[in-house]
């Protein structure tokens, strides 16, 4: 439950550990340590935190994912520490169900289904630009995910 509960902070937030779009590597850095792979290419910064994505473009923030799909091996090295505490326990997907109803449960924060992806749903939290994509169709046999898993979640200041 505490993993549901921080991945509704993140989705109506719009922020990550008190980080938001317009971060700068510095505040992704003091917020989240130095264990980290970096992949720089020209103006453009890749931070990867395991299940966090930062990707910024001169300097700033534009896009964060929560690759919660990333899950399905454990834990192990993915969770940056300060965080650690909210990912106890868990054994594999994150339910979009019980994601959305602690999402929609005080009524001030909605989502909208957009056109989807081949074997995924998508949905936009209404007049933000955090979208998530939820598992549509049945894996593989052997593959940890369900239809109505949690795939990641899109935070972008692109509409």
Same mark, same amino acid.
């Given at each position: $439950?505490?993993?549901?509960?921080?991945?509704?902070? #993140? !989705? $109506?937030?719009?922020?990550?550990?008190?980080?938001?779009? %317009? /971060?700068?590597?510095?505040?992704?850095?003091?917020?989240?340590?130095?264990?980290? @792979? +970096?992949?720089?290419?020209?103006?453009?910064?890749?931070?990867?935190?395991?299940?966090?994505?930062?990707?910024?473009? +001169?300097?700033?923030?534009?896009? !964060?994912?929560?690759?919660?799909?990333?899950? +399905?091996?454990? !834990?192990?090295g993915l969770i940056p520490p #300060?965080?650690?505490? =909210? &990912?106890?326990?868990?054994?594999?997907?994150?339910? &979009?169900?019980? @994601?959305?109803?602690?999402?929609?449960?005080?009524?001030?924060?909605?989502?909208?289904?957009?056109?989807?992806?081949?074997?995924?749903?998508? =949905?936009?939290?209404?007049?933000?630009?955090?979208?998530?994509?939820?598992?549509?169709? /049945? +894996?593989?046999? %052997?593959?940890?995910?369900?239809?109505?898993?949690?795939?990641?979640? $899109?935070?972008?200041?692109?509409?």
């Open positions: $439950m505490r993993a549901t509960s921080f991945l509704a902070s #993140v !989705i $109506m937030t719009g922020t990550v550990a008190g980080l938001g779009l %317009g /971060a700068s590597r510095e505040q992704i850095r003091e917020a989240l340590g130095d264990q980290c @792979l +970096a992949d720089q290419r020209k103006k453009s910064l890749r931070l990867d935190y395991g299940i966090l994505e930062f990707n910024l473009f +001169a300097g700033r923030c534009e896009t !964060i994912a929560v690759q919660v799909h990333r899950l +399905a091996n454990g !834990i192990e #300060v965080l650690s505490a =909210y &990912f106890q326990g868990i054994s594999r997907g994150i339910s &979009f169900g019980a @994601l959305r109803d602690e999402i929609e449960k005080d009524g001030t924060c909605l989502l909208e289904e957009l056109q989807g992806q081949p074997g995924y749903r998508c =949905y936009r939290v209404v007049k933000s630009h955090v979208n998530l994509y939820v598992v549509d169709e /049945a +894996a593989p046999e %052997g593959d940890p995910f369900a239809p109505g898993d949690l795939w990641s979640i $899109m935070i972008s200041g692109r509409g």
